[in-house]
């Protein structure tokens, strides 16, 4: 036994009680953990989420130039198609189409039908409508649609005119309570059999018109996606982390390797022998500043007196202003004080010699 072994022997002996009780406290969660991880099964129901088919729409728009200009021409017949601006001045009407389409794995019967509107509403910043007027441009209905096929549906808006409505409307009423915002409404509707379940879907879309004094465009973001989605319910066994299918054996285990060293602590403590070396070393090492190798003469006729401790020993080397003498084989420590001489001899290593203390705790 070295001598970081027997520090920690005898410190885990003094604190013994702390230690069983750690040596339980691991036995215990390890336990549960264990438990929990082996012993118990958790099911776990979610909710899980699948995209039956996918609805998709288009626009397209476009203008016909009808007055000559400089930048488009002399010709009253250009059309212009997904510009970021039209001129009412010499576009005033816009058209376009609506193209649907709906993406799945199979189908039959499948009917699409597409209703489009010219919408214009007066509203305030908290969406409180004050008037609404709409006008019908197209309803196209189109019966055993198969996936990626194409349904369209054409629209035309004389922008001028819709803006001159908004003036008659306000004009009428006097008043021009919130902001006009025209755009142009889309209803698709899907009925019919996909992927072996009926399905009966309507979805509304809303494409804003911005109509700037002489200007006008269509809202940017222009297509939309519209899933269809199942929702079943999964029930599951939620399985342990390494926490619990690691950590709780591991716990358990280490418990018992504490608890047996306690035990063997507690049958096996530490003799008086391993006590007085442990505190002869403590001294040695925090008194090493008044400590001096030396080799020592007899001590002959000097009068001398036997000190118990290191400890004591270099405390009356500080007093009287001095230093303590060691013997360079380590047998004794000596200070002198003029016809005075005090002598202090360390225990032998504990481990080299048969200590009769040292003995199980039961036979005592």
Not at 89 to 102: E, I, L, Q
Request: aromatic share 8%; proline share 6%.
């Amino acid at each position: 036994m070295n001598e970081s072994l027997l520090r920690a022997r005898v410190r885990l002996f003094d604190r013994r009680q702390l230690v069983v009780l750690a040596a339980v406290c691991l036995l215990c969660l390890g336990g549960w953990l264990t438990y929990t991880a082996y012993g118990t099964s958790e099911e776990v129901v979610k909710q899980q989420t699948t995209e039956r088919l996918t609805v998709t729409g288009t626009l397209s728009h476009g203008a016909t130039v009808v007055e000559p200009t400089t930048v488009y021409g002399n010709d009253n017949e250009t059309t212009v198609a997904d510009e970021p601006l039209y001129y009412q001045s010499v576009s005033p009407t816009t058209h376009g189409d609506v193209a649907v389409d709906y993406d799945a794995e199979s189908s039959e019967n499948v009917t699409v039908t597409i209703d489009l509107e010219a919408d214009v509403r007066a509203v305030d910043d908290d969406d409180t409508v004050y008037w609404n007027i709409s006008e019908p441009l197209a309803d196209v209905e189109q019966s055993d649609v198969e996936p990626g096929e194409t349904v369209s549906a054409p629209f035309e808006i004389n922008v001028t005119d819709l803006e001159g409505r908004i003036d008659e409307i306000e004009h009428e009423l006097d008043a021009s309570p919130g902001e006009t915002h025209p755009s142009l409404d889309v209803t698709v509707s899907l009925e019919g059999t996909v992927e072996g379940e009926p399905v009966s879907e309507t979805w509304n879309h809303q494409i804003d018109v911005e109509i700037d004094e002489s200007t006008y465009s269509f809202d940017s973001d222009d297509s939309f996606t519209e899933p269809v989605t199942d929702t079943t319910t999964v029930t599951s066994t939620e399985s342990p982390g390494p926490i619990y299918t690691v950590g709780g054996p591991f716990l358990s285990t280490l418990g018992v390797v504490v608890g047996g060293v306690v035990l063997w602590i507690i049958r096996y403590p530490p003799s008086n022998a391993h006590r007085r070396w442990i505190d002869y070393r403590d001294s040695r090492t925090e008194f090493d500043d008044v400590i001096v190798r030396a080799n020592l003469l007899p001590v002959g006729d000097l009068s001398f007196a036997e000190i118990m401790t290191l400890e004591e020993l270099a405390i009356l080397a500080i007093d009287i202003d001095s230093v303590v003498l060691e013997a360079r084989d380590g047998d004794r420590y000596v200070v002198s004080d003029r016809d005075r001489t005090y002598v202090y001899h360390p225990p032998p290593e504990p481990w080299n010699q048969s200590e009769p203390d040292a003995v199980p705790a039961d036979e005592r």
